[in-house]
Structures are given as C-alpha cells and as structure tokens.
C-alpha cells in the first residue's frame, strides 16, 4: 500500500512520545492531519524541521489539522528530543520503518538516509498532498498552504 495523492491514507498505531499508543483511526477521516516522516532525532535539519513545524503550530491548529511527526526513533528519544525543544505536536515512534513503508517513503542517498516527507491529510481521510525533499525548510509552508485550500 502507498499514500498516493486521491487515496485514502493508510492507518496505523504506534506509541507517542509518552508510551501511549495513538490508533490513527480516531484521526483519520475525522480531522485534517499533516504526517511528517523525518530521518533522526537531534539532527541538525531534522531539529530545524520540528522547531519550524514547532514554530508554526498554531497556525496548524488555527486549521483544524493534527500534527505529527515519525521517525525510526524510540519513544525515549522521542521524549527528550520533544521535550528539549518543547515541541507542542505527537512525536510517534516508527521502530522498524513499518509505517515508512506504508506510505512509501523512500529513502535518500541509495537509502542510507530515511527519507524526509509531508503529507497532508484531509477530513476525509484522502491524502492531498505529499511532499518530499531533504531540504527541511519548505515543508512546512507546502503544508500550510495545501491546509488553506482544503
């Protein structure tokens, strides 16, 4: 399966930054949701990224969307990265790269790096918007701006 633009976007459960599962099937389909999958916690452009996604949150929230991120990372690495740059959104723990492959995110570099890409969820559940680049900074504008026209 794949998170193909006009597709219904995979649903999956993992463990949030706390321990706590969080079932994407409460999420999807109900609210707006920005999924963006990262490479590695504390990372130079994986650290812009969050304090950028960060930074904007209420402009996310004011959009009714959820956010969240997802890398291979575990939930205690999730934890302290959250917490030590106060990031206001779930941090899920993807161990394994099962729901990396879910969505068919590839990876970079002759897949050494786990790809960096966003994808923008609607109300319904349809994938509207899936952006990938390793360049951190434009996926969070591309993901505003796709939000404003849902």
């Known amino acids: 399966m794949n998170a193909a633009i006009g597709s219904k976007a995979p649903v999956f459960i993992l463990q949030d930054q706390d321990g706590n599962e969080v079932d994407m099937n409460t999420i999807l389909g109900h609210k707006p949701a920005v999924i963006y999958f990262y490479p590695k916690n504390f990372t130079p452009a ?3 990224e969050a ?3 960060r930074d904007h949150f209420e402009d996310f929230t004011d959009l009714g969307a959820a956010v969240f991120g ?3 990372d575990s939930v205690n690495s999730h934890a302290r990265f959250a917490k030590k740059y106060k ?4 941090m899920l723990a993807d161990a394994g790269g099962k729901v990396r ?9 002759f897949g050494l790096i786990p790809g960096r890409e966003t994808f923008v ?3 319904k ?3 509207q918007m899936r952006f990938n680049s390793q ?9 505003l701006e796709m939000l404003k026209d849902l």
């Open 46 to 48: 994986c650290t812009k």
């Open 51 to 53: 304090c950028t996604f």
């Open 70 to 72: 997802i890398s291979t």
């Open 87 to 90: 990031l206001p959104f779930t």
């Open 101 to 109: 492959k879910l969505y068919g995110v590839k990876g970079d570099l």
């Open 121 to 123: 969820i609607d109300a």
């Open 125 to 127: 559940g349809i994938v």
């Open 135 to 143: 360049n951190a900074t434009p996926h969070i504008q591309k993901a």
